[in-house]
Nanobody, 118 residues
Framework: QVQLVESGGGLVQAGDSLRLSCAAS????????VGWLRQAPGKEREFVAA????????YYSSSVKGRFTISRNIAVNTVFLQMNNLKFEDTAVYYC???????????WGQGTQVTVSS
C-alpha cells in the first residue's frame, strides 16, 4: 500500500497562490489514480482535482478549474496542487488521496490546512 504526506498549506490573502505537495512512499504513484479533495468547516468533503494512472487524463471541479493545476512527478513520487488566485471559499483542509480504481479513494493523507483571508 501507499502512504501519503501533505505539506504546503498555510494562511494567505485572497488573490495569493500556494502550492501543496503530497509525498508518497511504499509504492509508486503511477500505480494509482491520485487526487486532491478538501473539506471546509461544516461541509462535506469535496473533490478538487485528480490525475488518472496514465498521467494523461486530468480533471477538476468546476469551482477550481482555471485556477488550480494538479501535477505529478513520478521521479520523486510526489503530487502537487498549484493554487492560484485563491478565494475565501477555498479555505479548507486539503487531502491527498490515491485510488486503486477510478471510482474509489483508498488511501489518504492526514490533510493540510489552507486558510484564505478576504
Amino acid at each position: 500500500q501507499v502512504q501519503l504526506v501533505e505539506s504546503g498549506g498555510g494562511l494567505v490573502q485572497a488573490g495569493d497562490s500556494l502550492r501543496l505537495s503530497c509525498a508518497a512512499s511504499g509504492r509508486t504513484l503511477s500505480s494509482y489514480r491520485v487526487g486532491w479533495l478538501r473539506q471546509a468547516p461544516g461541509k462535506e468533503r469535496e473533490f478538487v482535482a485528480a490525475i488518472r494512472r496514465s498521467g494523461f487524463e486530468i480533471y477538476y471541479s468546476s469551482s477550481v478549474k482555471g485556477r488550480f493545476t494538479i501535477s505529478r512527478n513520478i521521479a520523486v513520487n510526489t503530487v502537487f496542487l498549484q493554487m492560484n488566485n485563491l478565494k475565501f471559499e477555498d479555505t479548507a483542509v486539503y487531502y491527498c488521496a490515491a485510488g486503486i480504481t477510478d471510482t474509489t479513494w483508498d488511501y489518504w493523507g492526514q490533510g493540510t490546512q489552507v486558510t484564505v483571508s478576504s
